[in-house]
């Protein structure tokens, strides 16, 4: 629909609902059947497993770290709060979410565990690959 358009333009393409980087976090755990504790505050936060159901992350055990605040990523005009508005795209497109974060998660933790799987199998049957996170 974007790219159909007679005019270029901007559009916001979002939910309009706000979530926290935590929230996300949780979701994408709880996908993976691992439960989370968040200690510390600010930059001295830290997610850590605290108890890890069924095998999608055999290499994971209680105690572990597995989310850290890094500074280097902050931006350097951090805003407090980030919410999409997608009015302008449904009034001039007629376009609506058809997907919810929830759902979008779990697609995405799928496609990721498979290529985790994947790059295991190779690594264990002698094959050296690069791991890599853009696609």
């Known amino acids: ?13 979002a ?5 926290s980087v935590r929230q996300f976090i949780h979701m994408t755990a709880q996908e993976l ?9 600010g930059v001295n936060e830290q997610a850590i497993v605290q108890a890890v159901e069924g095998d999608k992350a055999p290499a994971l055990k209680p105690g ?3 989310v850290k605040v890094d500074p280097r990523y902050f931006r350097p005009t951090e805003v407090e709060t ?39 199998l190779l690594k ?10 853009e696609h």
């Open 124 to 133: 264990n049957h002698g094959y050296a690959i690069a791991v890599t996170s």
């Open 64 to 66: 572990d770290v597995v």
């Open 1 to 13: 629909m974007l790219l159909q358009q007679e005019q270029a333009d901007d559009f916001v393409i």
């Open 33 to 41: 059947g691992i439960t989370l504790r968040f200690v510390g505050e």
């Open 82 to 120: 980030l919410l999409g508005d997608p009015a302008k795209a449904k009034d001039s497109l007629g376009w609506v979410p058809q997907i919810a974060l929830q759902n979008m998660v779990a697609e995405m933790v799928v496609s990721d565990l498979a290529d985790a799987q994947r790059h295991a």
């Open 15 to 19: 939910n309009g609902v706000q979530y």
